[in-house]
């Protein structure tokens, strides 16, 4: 059987974290293990799409180390980083291999700190911002691309482009300054509207919806805005309260688990030789996770300690953002022979709204778009 799930307790904490398991096909010989997070509740990333992305070779194992869904209570940073190695001496290996997405980089990043010298092939892609917050000049420099992207693709490939140019930011201002009434007579909220078009920002496959929402909008034609809110919901640290939150039916865009830990302002680096170098990822346009934190971090740890690739385009997640066939190599090499890339930069295979049906037909393409649904949710 490929899949297999349990759960972690780690000795002196009170976690139960969820735990599952994609293994290499039958009559295969398995390099180890490679342990994938996200962020959030990461259990169901072990699967053939992230066994794909990193070469075929290795048993993906996923772990809810941030327990909104499945897990047994909370936790801090600190114990993400114990219950990762607790998983690594599970899985019987000396060092971490590790594919670590948004905040699973950050953890990723966090546990070479704390154990450097068990770290083995790591990768970060897309490591968030060290405070936390969306670079606001990214965003709009990403809003602006895509309103050029969408102008080279014309009316035919992008329907917000039969409309006078401008009309898309005047109206987002427009909201701010006073809720809008749809045709359907939901009233939207400016920081409702600015939040989906920037959860948009973060997923390039998504503007071509996004652009055929936002002209319907702009023509006061009938929207569905209703997975646009937000519900935030902090329920005790109970086990059984976390539970119960889980039973209820998500009527909003995305569950958002709560804590009320403070992370740190400027995360701390090693100042200590890792074990081996670890890969980095970024986007050229990434308001989450900017490339100029990405090069903050590795200038920090130094050359011995970590390597730097930048994804040009835009979106969260330099592997699971947009095709690239160059970012599909390195990583299957790095897995796979720990091999470092030579370039620092890789291309992007298609531009948002001219998506060629050869790019579609890789498998490596479908199962990045099956990684980013997971990464990113499903709803714009």
Known sequence: MRYRCGTLTVPGHPLALAVQAYMVPPGTASKGTIVVHRGGASASMATPSVALLTGGLYDIVALDAHTFATSDGRQDGAESVMALDALRRAVHS????????????????????????????????????DDGHVSLVTLETT??????????AGAGGCPLASLPVGQLPAFLKRVDASPWTTATGDTLQGSVLRRTVARAMAVPSRWPRLASTMTKLLRNESVDIASWRDDVKCPSSSASAWRDVARLPLLASHPIACSERIPPRTMPLASTLYRNRILVLATELDAWA?????????????????????????????SVSQPSSCVHALLTAFFTHGTYPSMRRCAVDARPFQM????????????MYTVAASVHGHTT
């Open 356 to 367: 060629q049906f050869e790019v579609l037909l890789d498998p490596r393409v479908k199962a």
């Open 290 to 318: 900017t490339k100029a934190t990405a090069e903050d971090i590795v200038r920090r740890l130094g050359v011995t300690n970590a390597a730097l690739v930048v994804r040009d385009g835009y979106g969260h997640g330099a």
């Open 143 to 152: 809003l602006r691309a895509f309103l050029n992207e969408c102008a080279v």
């Open 94 to 129: 000396d060092v971490l291999h590790y594919f670590g997405l948004s905040d699973g980089a950050r953890l990723g990043l966090a546990y070479a700190t704390t154990f450097p010298d068990k770290v083995g092939r790591i990768v970060l892609d897309a490591i968030p911002n």
